[in-house]
């Protein structure tokens, strides 16, 4: 799509306005003798001086000033949802997402929405309905992986499927995950037959300023734009510490600089120069606005995409997720957000997190994490299997994420172990509470909690039915719903949303008969 403009028509008063009282006539008694055309049925009020309404607006409109703004969201969403099921899953154990547990409890699925959700019985069943016994059985929200990079790392992993970074500066705040997305990646249906139905797609950590995240509905389409999530706000992923340092500086290069940033230094100095550069930007912006309300010819300030995500962000339009592994790190990223006025929605990887959890709770930023990932690199050697757990007992924000295109298929054994460590650490958290941390949580960091994340009245119906408590190793999902259609049957294997083309042909990646 090519640049829309939108156009604000500002209409200047007329002095002319004040005339109409001095000139015109006093009273009846001056007024002139009707004519034929007066008493028609023609309006051809005006003033003194013979001129129509007409012929006002026209001049008006000469002297009207034209708003030149551009389109915030030229590559909208066409994601259409498909004809929802019309059920009731009836005893089942239910996990709300919110911290709520259902022992024996009935889920309603209607038009795309949670139309029910409570303990047997006290749920009236529409008349209509499909009635599934799930006894022995669990039901969940769907899971919302905050961290991926399928589609812009798709399998097969090979290098001209590689488009999650643009390593061609330290700042490309400009580029869109989205433009890199390959719908048919086949990791999509796997990570739905998982029980994922909502990710959160970022470029890579190799920049200061990565570019935008995209939010998908994990129903592969023919295009990026038939998966984004309808309203989920855009993300801008950034990230600290020894990728930036080691791709731009070259110390994994035996050491020669071949750029700018080559330490912790200049990656907080590469931000606060771009944030500068967004703060003048903005205001810039925000004073050409002010001129042309005021009446003034102004011109508008030259575009700078890269900018214009920053301003974004600025705005409180645009939501921050940034790769980071220390606490100190972390820290010092919360006081750059405050110098510049924006705020942190999640620090990512934060195997440090457990260190600070006051200062995230404080500052209202999430932390998305590993269960027991760690020590693969000097800024993850801290790494500890309570992260998780402490940062939730804490009262911060805890989110789990996969980060890789395995990880993402088996999400709810990464809940089960971090419980696991939790609890023997003395901490005492309850499954329910648990799986917020793929449901609720990440919905919040990604503002889409008024839409997903839960088994709530209103909310999508992004359901999974699983075969067993999901906190066991042995346990699939059955049935996964997206926007209350089935879209994933472990017993029908032709009830799959789609088969990707890249797997047609391939009998191993194609579904059994």
């Not at 005893?91 to 029910?116: E, K, M, P, S, Y």
């Not at 129903?219 to 990026?224: I, K, S, Y």
């Not at 550069?277 to 011109?299: F, I, K, L, M, P």
């Not at 790494?383 to 789990?400: D, F, K, L, S, Y």
Request: aromatic share 8%.
């Amino acid at each position: 799509m090519g640049t829309k403009f939108m156009t604000i028509r500002l209409l200047l008063a007329l002095a002319g306005a004040m005339a109409l009282c001095a000139c015109g006539p006093q009273n009846a008694a001056d007024a002139p003798p009707a004519s034929d055309a007066e008493t028609s049925d023609v309006d051809t009020t005006g003033d003194a001086n013979g001129e129509t309404a007409g012929d006002e607006a026209a001049a008006e409109d000469e002297d009207a000033v034209e708003l030149v703004e551009y389109d915030p969201d030229p590559y909208p969403s066409t994601y259409e949802p498909l004809p929802s099921a019309f059920v009731a899953l009836t005893n089942a154990v239910v996990l709300d997402g919110v911290g709520g547990r259902i022992d024996g409890g009935t889920v309603i699925i209607q038009d795309g929405v949670i139309a029910g959700v409570g303990p047997d019985g006290e749920i009236e069943i529409p008349e209509g309905a499909e009635v599934i016994d799930a006894e022995g059985r669990w039901v969940t929200p769907g899971i919302i992986d905050i961290h991926s990079h399928l589609g812009v790392y798709p399998s097969p992993s090979v290098g001209a499927h590689g488009d999650g970074n643009e390593i061609s500066g330290p700042v490309t705040a400009e580029v869109w995950a989205e433009h890199g997305v390959w719908p048919q990646d086949p990791g999509f249906l796997t990570a739905l037959a998982g029980g994922v139905t909502t990710l959160h797609i970022l470029p890579g950590s190799a920049n200061l300023f990565g570019g935008r995240g995209v939010t998908l509905r994990n129903l592969p389409g023919r295009t990026v734009q038939s998966m984004k999530f309808p309203e989920a706000p855009y993300t801008l992923k950034m990230a600290c510490g020894e990728n930036p340092k080691r791709v731009y500086g070259g110390f994994g290069q035996r050491g020669i600089p071949s750029g700018a940033p080559f330490s912790r230094m200049g990656n907080v100095a590469g931000y606060r120069q771009a944030w500068q550069r967004a703060v003048e930007y903005r205001r810039s912006w925000q004073n050409y606005r002010e001129a042309v309300e005021n009446g003034d010819d102004a011109t508008p300030p030259t575009r700078d995409l890269e900018l214009d995500t920053l301003m974004g962000v600025l705005d409180g339009e645009i939501l921050v997720h940034m790769h980071c592994y220390r606490a100190d790190e972390m820290a010092q990223v919360l006081d750059l957000a405050d110098e510049f006025g924006y705020r942190i929605s999640a620090f990512h990887h934060a195997v440090e997190a457990y260190k600070i959890p006051d200062m995230l709770a404080e500052h209202g930023a999430c932390a998305a994490m590993w269960a027991d990932w760690g020590g693969f690199k000097m800024e993850a050697y801290d790494a500890i299997r309570e992260n998780i757990p402490m940062v939730h007992a804490a009262g911060a924000c805890a989110t789990i994420h996969s980060d890789d295109e395995y990880n993402v298929q088996r999400l709810n054994q990464e809940i089960a172990k971090a419980l696991a460590d939790g609890r023997r650490a003395g901490l005492d958290i309850s499954e329910a509470d648990a799986w917020r941390w793929i449901s609720s949580n990440p919905a919040q960091a990604l503002g889409i909690d008024d839409q997903t994340g839960a088994l709530q009245v209103g909310l999508r119906a992004d359901v999974v039915l699983w075969s067993h408590s999901p906190f066991s190793v042995y346990a699939l999902p059955d049935q996964v719903y997206l926007d209350g259609a089935l879209v994933h049957d472990r017993a029908d294997p032709s009830v799959s949303a789609t088969v990707s083309d890249f797997s047609l042909g391939q009998p191993a990646l194609e579904p059994a008969p």
